[in-house]
């Protein structure tokens, strides 16, 4: 699938940005609900960004008590690979949904979709 913005979407090249439902405090949020990572790819066709996730509140992130994943991108012919490269905490990962957003310079976006800690791909058309 290929969206079209209407007007360009701020990026820097080789910026794996992770997004997630708004909310309007942290007891709202599920460590289950879908993430999204919005990718622009640098001129090496490579990315990386990191998530870090804990509970919100207190300091048992001091003991551990966290998930810092990196999510890396990097494209090989016309196919670009996402996937976790290293992951550090103590918590493992939840079992939730992944959404990729690959902005391509020229104003469009590919969707891949997976399960977050899998790899995903995405294939790139012939004019992107």
């Known amino acids: ?21 708004p909310y309007q405090n942290v007891g709202e949020a599920k460590r289950e ?6 990718v622009a790819l640098d001129e090496h066709d490579k ?18 008590k966290y998930l810092l994943t990196k999510y890396v991108a990097e494209k090989q012919s016309s196919t670009v690979t996402i996937k976790v490269s290293e992951t550090e905490g103590s918590w493992g990962r939840p079992k939730r949904h992944l959404n990729v957003i690959l902005l391509i310079c020229t104003g469009s976006v590919l969707c891949a979709w997976g399960i977050d800690g899998e790899i995903a791909q995405t294939q790139l058309e012939e004019s992107a």
């Open 1 to 21: 699938m290929v969206l079209r913005f209407a007007n360009p979407v701020p990026k820097r090249g080789g910026s794996i940005i992770p997004l997630a439902p």
């Open 33 to 38: 609900d879908d993430i999204t990572l919005l």
């Open 47 to 64: 990315a990386e960004g990191f998530l870090y996730e804990d509970a919100g509140d207190g300091y048992e992130y001091l003991d551990g």
